[in-house]
């Protein structure tokens, strides 16, 4: 059997390909604007507060001041976390598509299968229906009629061997003449 082309998985890498530029773009149009660039610097100097804290907590030491970024600084740290967060917010929302595709795949599997179950389980109810009533048929038609047993018939022939061997004598018996 051959495999399709896998489109969805191609669709998702080009969308995440595509991504990427995108978020070069926003961070660009971002640091032009005095109202986006505050924001790039804020968010800058609070991931930069962040990772320094664990970068010193990992190595065991106590945290006493961590000095600010130069705002150039804090604005390209700003930029770089807003465009690695448009890629990964991209790339996860494909994930969670691609996981509902699959649910939905998954799901009409199991459906196909209890309907295929449903259907068996109905055909054989009929055929043992049909089975019954032909078990039923015969009984009645058996009340009816009465069939010989094997007792008679082999009384019966018990009696017939018993009238011929009567009438033969005992040496006739033993050698069959």
């Known amino acids: 059997m051959a495999h399709a082309l896998p489109l969805t998985k191609l669709a998702g890498l080009l969308i995440k390909t595509l991504s990427k530029p995108l978020s070069k773009r926003i961070k660009h149009d971002f640091s032009r604007f005095e109202v986006t660039q505050r924001f790039l610097i804020g968010l800058g100097q609070t991931s930069h507060q962040v990772t320094s804290r664990m970068t010193i907590w990992s190595a065991g030491y106590q945290v006493r001041t961590i ?24 790339s996860g929302g494909w994930v969670v598509y691609e996981y509902q595709q699959s649910v939905e795949k998954s799901q009409a599997k199991d459906d196909a299968k209890r309907k295929q179950a449903k259907a068996e389980r109905q055909a054989l109810q009929a055929q043992l229906t049909k089975l019954e009533e032909r078990i039923m048929v015969l009984e009645q038609a058996a009340n009816k009629e009465p069939i010989p047993s094997i007792r008679n018939l082999n ?22 003449g």
């Open 155 to 176: 009384n019966g022939i018990v009696d017939v061997d018993d009238d011929v061997n009567k009438s033969k004598s005992w040496w006739s018996r033993i050698w069959g």
């Open 67 to 90: 000095p600010r970024l130069e705002e150039e600084k804090a604005l390209k740290q700003g930029a770089e976390l807003v465009g690695e967060s448009v890629v990964f917010l991209v």
